[in-house]
């Protein structure tokens, strides 16, 4: 499931063109759910701003046993540009249990799926 949290759409974009058949992640079995009840990893892309707090965590709630999240992008993984901004909390590890950090700005799609496979892996 992905979820962007108040980013700049950057990664939205590297993230959706892994999901490509240039990239092909269906071969590895990563599909992209449109529901959190039927998805087990939460790809959260974007700083936590307080506007999307809230519904960030209903969705994270809504996951069943067990569930990982993935933070993609610097903004995801530290607040990046904007950390210092009056209404961002920071990363997404401020308001949930974050399992793998994908760096940069935006990541590229193969490191989006260099670190769904490093999780699978770990999972």
């Known amino acids: 499931l992905h979820y ?11 993230f959706l063109d892994a999901l490509t058949p240039r990239y092909d ?11 959190p009840r ?3 990893i939460l790809v959260c892309t974007g700083p936590v701003t307080l506007k999307s707090r809230d519904r960030l965590l209903r969705i994270y709630e809504q996951m069943p046993e067990p569930k990982w999240v993935v933070a993609v992008g610097a903004c ?4 990046g540009i904007v950390a210092k901004s009056y209404n961002v909390l920071g990363g997404v590890d401020q308001i949930l249990p974050v399992s793998m950090y994908v760096p940069g700005c935006p990541c590229r799609p193969e490191a989006i799926i ?3 496979v490093r999780l699978l892996g770990a999972i």
């Open 25 to 35: 992640v269906e071969r590895l079995g990563i599909l992209k759910e449109a529901s």
């Open 4 to 14: 962007n949290s108040g980013g700049c759409n950057g990664c939205d974009i590297e």
């Open 114 to 116: 260099e670190g769904l």
């Open 76 to 79: 995801a993984c530290s607040g």
């Open 38 to 40: 039927h998805a087990d």
